[in-house]
């Protein structure tokens, strides 16, 4: 068991393979999903953070100085450059990649645990991860369509004044809050938009209370964010 932790050709080998065969398997979920990294970016990065660990476990070993782990916390930090550049904000205030970045830095990491030779960490890593990505996307998905808060894009047309649709939306027991109105020059004169957290109250479920919304006068359109 200890050869395979020891700095050897072999060794080096199956660490570069498990790192791109772990940073693989996460990518090519993500790249399914048409993610903005894919398979060849989650591979990259795990093998890269693989090769980092392994040149700073040879530094440390061969001239027998340094820390054994200090090039892998730049890793550690640096990925987050990576994948801050997957991070989007729409023009409707819509966060997207937040996932995407976090697969990585996760792949990253895995990737260091795999170049020192922590298979078995990075073994249950790799599961733990990918079953988040794949597993549980069902489950956020059905937490997100149960909640009774929601933030919706609202276009109002101007002859509906914006106090009269507040009061209407509040004789419906749907309270709104942290309402941020939009400068789209792309917008027709007549519309006013807006971004509005709704919260319906105890009879409202998420669908019900988004049509109740959607049918208040004036609402010429709604998409929930």
């Not at 990576?82 to 990585?104: D, E, H, S």
């Not at 998905?141 to 009774?148: D, E, K, L, S």
Request: charge should be neutral; proline fraction near 1%.
């Amino acid at each position: 068991m200890l050869e395979i932790r020891e700095l050897t050709i072999s060794a080096i080998l199956l660490r570069i393979f498990v790192a791109l065969l772990l940073g693989g398997i996460l990518g090519l979920e993500r790249g399914l999903k048409n993610r903005p990294a894919g398979m060849r970016t989650y591979m990259l990065v795990c093998m890269g953070a693989c090769v980092v660990m392994i040149t700073n476990q040879y530094v440390y070993q061969a001239f027998d100085s340094g820390d054994p782990v200090r090039m892998g916390a730049q890793v550690v930090s640096g990925i987050g450059f990576l994948g801050a550049g997957t991070i989007i904000v729409t023009a409707r205030n819509q966060i997207k990649g937040l996932t995407t970045a976090a697969g990585l830095w996760a792949s990253a990491c895995l990737g260091l645990a795999v170049g020192i030779g922590l298979y078995e960490v990075a073994l249950a890593g790799g599961i733990a991860t990918f079953a988040v990505l794949t597993g549980l996307q069902e489950w956020d998905f059905h937490m997100r369509r149960n909640t009774r808060m929601v933030d919706v894009y609202v276009e109002l047309n101007k002859d509906v004044p914006l106090g009269e649709f507040l009061r209407n939306a509040r004789d419906k027991d749907i309270e709104l809050s942290n309402l941020q109105v939009e400068h789209d020059n792309g917008l027709a004169d007549d519309i006013l938009a807006f971004i509005v957290t709704i919260k319906g109250k105890k009879q409202y479920g998420h669908d019900e209370l988004l049509r109740t919304v959607r049918k208040l006068e004036g609402v010429a359109y709604l998409e929930e964010l």
